[in-house]
Structures are given as C-alpha cells and as structure tokens.
C-alpha cells in the first residue's frame, strides 16, 4: 500500500514555473513506476509524465516534452515535477499516481494508486 500526496500547486503567470512534489509513504514506493497526471473540468485525466522504478527511463506527452521534468528521489521518497515555460493550457488539477504491476503504461487505468491532487492555474 501506498498513500501519495502532492504539494506545489499554485497560481502562475503564463511563461513561469512550478515544482510538483509527490510525497508517498510505505516500503514498496521504490519498487513502483510513477507517474503525473492532469485533468481540467469535464475534461479525461490525461497522461503528462512518467518515471521507471529505477529512476533510469523517463516518458512525456507531447505536450509536456521539453517544458516539464519528472524526477523521483527513492532515498527520500518523492516524486517531482518541474514545470517550465507554463502555458494558460496546463491549468489543470495534477494529480501523483503509482504503477504497482511496471506497466510502463500512459494509461490512468494502469495506475493503482492515486494522490489527492494539487491545482495548478496559469494566467495569460
């Protein structure tokens, strides 16, 4: 079992950026793939970025590459997300997730557990 929770939401101005940290507590967080996830209002959660148990092999969207960061430090049990170049389009809610079966999938429904979500609003 593991319990996530997310900070380092905010406001921002368009151009700026944000640092996600995903907090998660018990053993078997080292052991399980990690992802970021968005979902605006009426809209699917959708994938953004995504990092191997190991730490050796990270993924993005299409719309995240080369603006956002993933990063997992397993001594410390976290999971961050560094946002760069914001843009009014990725105001969402963001939420922390972990893969407990290393899918490698961008798919939610492959994630088992599920943070409680930080807003992220950017301003044009």
């Known amino acids: 079992q593991v319990q996530l929770v997310e900070s380092g939401g905010g406001l921002v101005q368009a151009g700026g950026s944000l640092k996600l940290s995903c907090a998660a507590s018990?053993?078997?967080?080292?052991?399980?793939?990690m992802g970021w996830f968005r979902q605006c209002p009426g809209k699917e959660r959708e994938f953004v970025a995504g990092?191997?148990?190991?730490?050796?092999?990270?993924i993005y969207s299409d719309s995240a590459k080369g603006r956002f960061i993933i990063s997992r430090g397993n001594a410390k049990n976290t999971i961050d997300l560094q946002m760069n170049s914001l843009k009014p389009e990725d105001t969402a809610v963001y939420y922390c997730?972990?893969?407990?079966?290393?899918?490698?999938?961008?798919?939610?429904?492959?994630?088992?557990?599920w943070g409680q979500g930080t807003q992220v609003t950017v301003s044009s």
């Open positions: 018990g053993r078997s967080f080292r052991s399980y793939d």
């Open positions: 997730a972990a893969d407990r079966y290393l899918s490698g999938s961008t798919r939610s429904s492959s994630y088992d557990y």
């Open positions: 990092v191997r148990w190991d730490g050796t092999t990270t």
